[in-house]
């Protein structure tokens, strides 16, 4: 079936250190979103990429969806305590009306 | 409402006993969800409705969770007979609509704990 994978699971970053996060997908999504869970929290909706190769950056995070709308990327810059939590990406499943979710990459930020 | 609403946010019971989680969506948000999340894991996906269509429960564990969205709006989860293994954050999430389309917004939750 169609899954959704990323990684690293866990990424330990430095403050000020960059770092990014991959998810990839066994079939082609029509967009791909993103969701940040802080610690104790819930997941918070971040963007949806739909285009082909988009780009969209959110102040110090920049999300790529791939060429073939089959992958995406977080790149985080100048990484903040406040960076700290597990994000989630998620795509829809083909004919579901619901969201395939990634099981996460846990960001921990050392000061 | 501004935001998605759950009720209880903590629920101890024992084992055995039955259960009611509450859900109130986003005012027109057509599609709702339930997530379960146990501790440092990822998002388990339990039942879903689209308006007036029959629900995807096919994420529902065992037959003793049900659910039901009464008048395109509030959801109940009901767990019957808790188990241990029922442990976990329960998460409800609403959107403007299917096919996975739009962003979810996710109520806080309800961390049940069964003893």
């Known amino acids: 079936g169609q899954q959704v994978m990323q990684i690293p699971q866990y990424q330990h970053v430095q403050e000020g250190e960059d770092f990014t996060t991959y998810c990839n997908s066994s079939?082609?999504?029509?967009?791909i979103q993103w969701y940040k869970q802080r610690p104790g929290g819930h997941p918070v909706f971040l963007i949806q990429?739909?285009?082909?190769?988009e780009v969209k950056k959110q102040k110090r995070l920049t999300f790529q969806f791939g060429e073939a709308k089959k992958n995406s990327s977080l790149h985080i810059t100048a990484t903040q305590t406040t960076d700290v939590g597990t994000y989630f990406c998620?795509?829809?499943?083909?004919?579901?009306?619901?969201?395939?979710f990634g099981a996460g990459t846990q960001v921990v930020v050392t000061p | 409402g501004a935001g998605v609403s759950q009720s209880p946010s903590n629920k101890v019971t024992e084992k055995g006993k039955d259960v009611e989680l509450r859900c109130d969506p986003i005012?027109?948000?057509?599609?709702l969800y339930w997530y379960r999340q146990s501790l440092g894991q990822g998002l388990e996906f339990l039942i879903y409705?689209?308006?007036?269509?029959?629900?995807?429960k096919s994420g529902l564990p065992s037959d003793r969770f049900s659910a039901e969205r009464t008048g395109g709006s509030v959801s109940t989860l009901t767990i019957q007979r808790t188990q241990q293994e029922d442990s976990a954050v329960y998460l409800c999430?609403?959107?403007?609509?299917?096919?996975?389309?739009?962003?979810?917004?996710f109520g806080s939750g309800t961390r049940l704990t069964v003893v």
């Open positions: 005012s027109g948000h057509t599609a």
């Open positions: 409705f689209q308006g007036n269509s029959a629900p995807d």
């Open positions: 079939t082609t999504l029509s967009n």
């Open positions: 990429l739909v285009k082909s190769g």
């Open positions: 998620a795509g829809p499943l083909r004919g579901w009306g619901k969201l395939q």
């Open positions: 999430a609403s959107s403007l609509g299917r096919q996975g389309n739009y962003g979810y917004t």
